[in-house]
């Protein structure tokens, strides 16, 4: 079956720090992977997205790496600031259903000056 | 533009209480979803659109009736609601629910909906 695991918050950072949240994934042939983020009262946004294996998805600093070998799609920025506190969800879409996400549990994510 | 909307942004309401969620968007997106987001927890989908047919229905409770009006319009009719029901209802389209396509999601800003 379809699982994303992730790294476990809350996480808390001083502005400019390097930043790592880890993801790895259990799926039925290759899905598309993703990380999306929530600020505080509102809904998800695209941050990244990778669709196949050694794909790097950036946006705004941050970066992950679709990597098949050790089915992990870790999210990076090397130098965070404070408007990047927020909820960081990694998620797979479906390869068998109809284009479903599979979410894990959420990184709360507090940088502080 | 890649703009979801919902409204309302916030709904209060009772037990015999009926409402209704609405979700629009001008993507030409022929998927749409509806997600259910408890306090610190991720997204569960509810129901999944697809040309306007209903193709996924996550065993949720008869009190919660989707409805897919047109290819840009997707409501959630609310009826007997439960207090556990209060949640952040998300909406979100793609360009299509193909399976394997791994088509963007984009998701509105929510209905926060508490039930008294």
């Known amino acids: 079956g379809n699982s994303v695991t992730q790294m476990e918050g809350p996480v808390t950072l001083s502005e400019e720090a390097f930043l790592t949240i880890n993801c790895t994934y259990t799926a039925t042939g290759y899905p598309s992977l993703f990380w999306y983020v929530q600020y505080p009262g509102e809904g998800l946004q695209l941050l990244l997205k990778a669709t196949k294996a050694d794909d790097k998805g950036s946006n705004k600093g941050f970066e992950a790496t679709y990597r098949k070998e050790t089915t992990s799609f870790h999210l990076e920025k090397g130098s965070v600031q404070v408007s990047d506190s927020a909820v960081y969800f990694c998620a797979l879409s479906d390869q068998t259903g109809a284009n479903n996400l599979f979410f894990g549990t959420g990184t709360r994510l507090t940088v502080i000056p | 533009d890649t703009e979801v909307t919902q409204t309302p942004k916030h709904l209060v309401m009772g037990m015999t209480n009926k409402k209704s969620l609405k979700c629009e968007q001008h993507m030409g997106h022929r998927a749409m979803y509806w997600y259910k987001q408890k306090a610190k927890k991720p997204p569960e989908l509810m129901f999944v659109y697809s040309y306007e047919k209903l193709s996924i229905n996550e065993s949720v409770p008869s009190r919660f009736s989707p409805e897919c009006p047109n290819s840009s319009l997707l409501n959630l009719h609310l009826h007997a609601l439960q207090p556990e029901d209060s949640a952040l209802y998300l909406c979100?389209?793609?360009?299509?629910?193909?399976?394997?396509?791994?088509?963007?999601?984009?998701f509105g800003p929510g209905t926060r909906l508490t039930v008294l």
């Open positions: 979100a389209s793609s360009l299509s629910s193909r399976p394997g396509s791994g088509d963007t999601q984009y």
